[in-house]
């Protein structure tokens, strides 16, 4: 296997590339920002996806065999001009195309989102869909565009959850950082189940995905993850790792108002855990359909406790001086001298 990564430099995209170079095989990533992992520079070469004719020459230097497209914008923010997802659904349409005039690819795993079905939403089918957001959206014309490509390998379209781990600067630069310092508070004891993942196990999921038969991949939709849980067992489990005791609860009521604050201060540009957005994801369920998942690959190797373990590891040995990648949106690229 020769794999090439899109995004690797991010943070399911650090894992992923940690766990083939441990591997040792023929790796290449295609990242428009520097790795997150200085010890991954050796396996990075700049590329933006939306440069057709730069991807098509670094394919043809490379040689890949099989292909994991992870490149995108992955937040949430902008709620007006879907131009600033377009490196989602026309930069895959555009990575599409090298792949399929590329010779010797035998698959690729391309990477959208459960938010292409809102909150409470359960898909009857593959192709029912309800995102709630342009960024839901963007993912959802990404599937479509891998339907519709034609492609002659073998193609699966995963659909990570929540996921968290080692390398999520957004839990180390929020939650985490909140809860050591003792002023993290969860919003009443309400039982809340959501669907998230840890990264080892996502990165588990998509190597079985690479090294299983076509026959069982092939033309498939796959979420990734865990099997959903009480979210109060994740937070409790964190905290106790971080802090040494259980979480602390505060009423629905009193997070609300908070939470209004938050979406002031968010709108004057100034950071803060929670806003109303953050809100609803604490008190409300997200379940998403991980039995096919597990029935064609079996369960994933890491327990929530390893994974717990494994992230405040990563916390506390040296990740604050990791820097954010500052490029997220196309059309804040820096554009090219004449």
């Given at each position: 296997?020769?794999?090439?990564?899109t995004?690797g430099?991010?943070f399911?995209?650090?894992?992923?590339?940690?766990?083939?170079?441990?591997?040792?095989?023929p790796?290449?990533?295609?990242?428009?920002?520097?790795?997150?992992?200085?010890?991954h520079r050796?396996w990075w070469?700049e590329?933006d996806?939306?440069?057709?004719?730069?991807?098509?020459?670094?394919f043809?230097?490379?040689?890949?065999?099989?292909v994991?497209?992870l490149a995108a914008?992955?937040d949430?923010?902008?709620p007006?001009?879907i131009?600033?997802?377009?490196?989602?659904?026309?930069?895959t349409?555009?990575?599409?195309?090298?792949?399929?005039?590329?010779p010797?690819?035998?698959?690729?795993?391309?990477?959208?989102t459960?938010?292409v079905c809102?909150?409470g939403?359960?898909?009857k089918?593959d192709?029912?869909?309800?995102?709630f957001?342009l960024?839901?959206?963007?993912?959802?014309?990404?599937?479509m565009?891998?339907?519709?490509a034609?492609?002659?390998c073998?193609?699966?379209i995963i659909?990570?959850?929540t996921?968290?781990?080692p390398?999520?600067?957004?839990?180390?630069?929020v939650?985490?950082?909140v809860m050591r310092?003792?002023?993290?508070?969860h919003?009443?004891k309400?039982?809340?189940?959501?669907?998230?993942?840890?990264?080892?196990?996502?990165?588990?999921?998509?190597?079985r995905?690479?090294?299983?038969?076509r026959?069982?991949?092939?033309?498939k939709?796959?979420?990734?993850?865990?099997r959903?849980?009480d979210?109060?067992?994740?937070?409790?489990?964190?905290?106790?790792?971080?802090?040494g005791?259980?979480?602390?609860y505060?009423p629905?009521w009193a997070?609300r108002?908070?939470?209004l604050?938050?979406?002031?201060?968010?709108?004057?540009?100034?950071p803060?855990?929670i806003?109303?957005?953050?809100f609803?994801?604490m008190?409300?369920d997200?379940?998403?359909?991980?039995?096919?998942?597990?029935?064609?690959?079996?369960?994933?190797p890491y327990s929530?406790?390893?994974?717990?373990?494994?992230?405040?590891?990563?916390y506390d040995?040296?990740?604050?001086?990791i820097?954010?990648?500052?490029?997220?949106?196309?059309r804040?690229?820096p554009q090219?001298?004449?």
């Amino acid at each position: 296997m020769r794999l090439l990564v899109t995004g690797g430099s991010g943070f399911i995209g650090t894992n992923l590339m940690g766990y083939y170079i441990g591997k040792g095989i023929p790796l290449l990533n295609l990242d428009w920002n520097p790795p997150l992992d200085p010890g991954h520079r050796g396996w990075w070469r700049e590329c933006d996806i939306m440069d057709q004719e730069g991807m098509r020459a670094l394919f043809e230097e490379f040689r890949p065999t099989h292909v994991v497209h992870l490149a995108a914008r992955a937040d949430t923010d902008e709620p007006d001009d879907i131009n600033a997802y377009i490196q989602n659904h026309e930069g895959t349409r555009r990575l599409l195309e090298v792949v399929k005039a590329a010779p010797g690819i035998e698959r690729i795993i391309v990477t959208s989102t459960q938010f292409v079905c809102e909150a409470g939403y359960q898909p009857k089918h593959d192709l029912d869909f309800k995102p709630f957001t342009l960024y839901g959206e963007t993912k959802r014309l990404t599937e479509m565009a891998t339907r519709e490509a034609g492609l002659t390998c073998a193609w699966t379209i995963i659909r990570p959850t929540t996921i968290w781990g080692p390398w999520s600067l957004r839990y180390r630069d929020v939650m985490f950082k909140v809860m050591r310092k003792g002023l993290y508070f969860h919003p009443s004891k309400k039982k809340v189940v959501r669907s998230y993942g840890y990264v080892g196990n996502v990165v588990w999921q998509i190597d079985r995905m690479l090294e299983s038969p076509r026959a069982q991949v092939d033309g498939k939709v796959f979420y990734v993850g865990d099997r959903p849980f009480d979210l109060r067992t994740w937070v409790d489990a964190i905290s106790r790792a971080l802090v040494g005791r259980p979480v602390r609860y505060i009423p629905t009521w009193a997070i609300r108002g908070i939470a209004l604050g938050g979406d002031l201060l968010k709108a004057l540009r100034i950071p803060f855990p929670i806003t109303t957005g953050r809100f609803r994801s604490m008190t409300s369920d997200y379940i998403t359909p991980m039995d096919a998942t597990i029935a064609a690959f079996g369960e994933a190797p890491y327990s929530l406790e390893q994974g717990v373990k494994e992230m405040v590891r990563w916390y506390d040995n040296g990740s604050e001086r990791i820097v954010g990648h500052t490029l997220k949106d196309v059309r804040l690229k820096p554009q090219a001298k004449a």
